[in-house]
């Protein structure tokens, strides 16, 4: 079926992100030739998730996608510039090209939009043409691509996880979700400092990408390692 710019055998294209391995529709993950034999791991998140300014084996996905891999197979749908909405549109558009057993959202800021026009755009918070959002219809928007999301999963028996690249949006009860850190906060890393196993080196220098925006390899590692002591007994 396709409607409009919804489908559910149609993964929308991206442009080529400079300098980074992507298939042939722009997504850092082979091509949607989706093979038996284990469970398929749907990814949905923005630059920060699709790793740009990183090679291939320094973003978080590629450290998570080294879990469990007898039986999970990872599938990183992370669009730079992305918003709820399109992380909503790209998984629906999956149905009936990726059996999805699990789906991982690393939700970026809730002030972005996707305006469906002629070509799809994704717009900033900034943007002119959000000019009359607020706090609250930024909530509502980023709690219906949830529901939306949470629907799919039922529909197709899949487990959903969530986590923030930037900020900590209060969510439902009984939805996994890693909410005491995101990408951005994991590092440094902070401890109680009375505690005797506490790490206690002083860091002051940031850490960033190889583009010089983004998260560096010690927020991605740090933050893999936080959601896998949360969820590892559940992924799989």
Known sequence: MKIGHWADREIPANKNSEGIKTN???????????PDGKKNVV?????????????????????????NTKLLRYWNLAVPGCSADKMTRILYST?????????????????RRERLEQLPINTMGSDECNKH?????DKQNFLTNLFFIQKFAEKVRAKTF????DEVREMPEKINVMDWATL?????????????????????????????????????????ELFLKKFEKKLK
């Open 24 to 34: 042939s529709l722009g997504y850092r993950c082979p091509e949607f030739i989706v």
């Open 43 to 67: 990814v949905l998140g923005c630059s920060h998730t699709f790793g740009a300014g990183h090679p291939n084996d320094t973003h978080w996905v590629a450290h998570l996608s080294k879990h």
């Open 95 to 111: 149905e009936k090209i990726i059996d999805s057993k699990v789906i991982i959202c690393c939700w970026p800021s809730s002030s």
């Open 133 to 137: 959002e607020t706090d609250e219809t």
């Open 162 to 165: 969530h986590c923030f690249a």
């Open 184 to 224: 951005k906060s994991c590092w440094p890393p902070w401890d109680r400092h009375h505690h005797p196993e506490a790490r206690r080196d002083r860091i002051t220098e940031p850490n960033v990408a190889q583009d010089g925006i983004h998260y560096g390899d010690k927020h991605h590692k740090e933050f893999a």
